[in-house]
């Protein structure tokens, strides 16, 4: 059974940068997967952030690309989100998700983390 768990601070000051990593377990970040972030604001719907590939490509939203990196530690089974210089607008519950490289179907999520961007 695969298993997504995201991890990180709750509390981010503006101006400041995110960082979220999610940890796997139960299958390999190395398989052919796309591994995602995406998250969703109070009272909004849910926004992709972007994934990285088992070949270590990212792709991003690109509302979101010139502030946004995703990194993988394959020695650790995990990936990680970075975004710089949030703003309250950022407040969201982020989630990690796996998508199926030919399905293209989020099949494994993360249970979430909220993160709040706060003075």
């Known amino acids: 059974q695969v298993q997504l768990q995201e991890s990180g601070p709750g509390l981010v000051k503006p101006s400041q940068t995110l960082s979220l990593t999610c940890t796997v377990s139960?299958?390999?970040?190395?398989?052919?997967?796309?591994w995602n972030w995406i998250r969703q604001p109070p009272g909004k719907g849910l926004e992709w952030i972007g994934y990285i590939t088992y070949t270590g490509s990212t792709y991003y939203n690109p509302s979101l690309k010139s502030r946004t990196s995703i990194s993988r530690d394959t020695s650790k089974n995990q990936f990680t989100l970075q975004m710089s210089s949030v703003t309250p607008e950022d407040t969201a519950v982020y989630y990690c998700?796996?998508?199926?490289?030919?399905?293209?179907?989020?099949?494994?999520w993360g249970q979430g983390t909220q993160v709040t961007v706060s003075s």
């Open positions: 139960g299958g390999s970040i190395n398989n052919s997967y796309y």
């Open positions: 998700a796996r998508e199926g490289y030919w399905s293209r179907e989020f099949d494994y």
